[in-house]
């Protein structure tokens, strides 16, 4: 069983950065495939950004080269730093573990926070 509690939401002007933090629970979070999706209102939940177990990283092209995500295992936590915010970055931002193998699959998610871009 994996707690995924995230961090870090909040106001800012479009132009504005904010870092995302996701505190995990449990063990072996460094087997997890850690991602951020965002659901903004009306719209399906998608995926922003992944980072596999080993480092390997994958962004929505609509965040490329604004945002990056990086992992510390070592404080089992998971960051999505965002760069230069627009008003269509405003969602709830979800924290998500991923494993799967042979033996099956492990999904897990947070309860979101809210980032709101705005002048």
């Known amino acids: 069983q994996v707690r995924l509690v995230e961090s870090g939401g909040g106001l800012v002007q479009p132009g504005g950065s904010l870092r995302l933090s996701c505190a995990a629970s449990?063990?072996?979070?460094?087997?997890?495939?850690m991602g951020w999706y965002r659901q903004a209102p009306g719209k399906q939940r998608e995926l922003v950004a992944i980072?596999?177990?080993?480092?390997?990283?994958d962004y929505v092209d609509s965040v490329k080269g604004r945002f990056t995500i990086s992992r510390d295992n070592a404080k089992k936590t998971v960051f999505l730093q965002m760069n230069s915010l627009n008003p269509e970055d405003t969602a709830v931002y979800y924290c998500?573990?991923?494993?799967?193998?042979?033996?099956?699959?492990?999904?897990?998610w947070g309860q979101g926070t809210q980032v709101t871009v705005s002048s």
């Open positions: 449990g063990s072996e979070f460094n087997i997890y495939a």
């Open positions: 998500n573990a991923y494993y799967s193998d042979y033996a099956g699959s492990r999904d897990y």
């Open positions: 980072i596999g177990s080993g480092g390997s990283t």
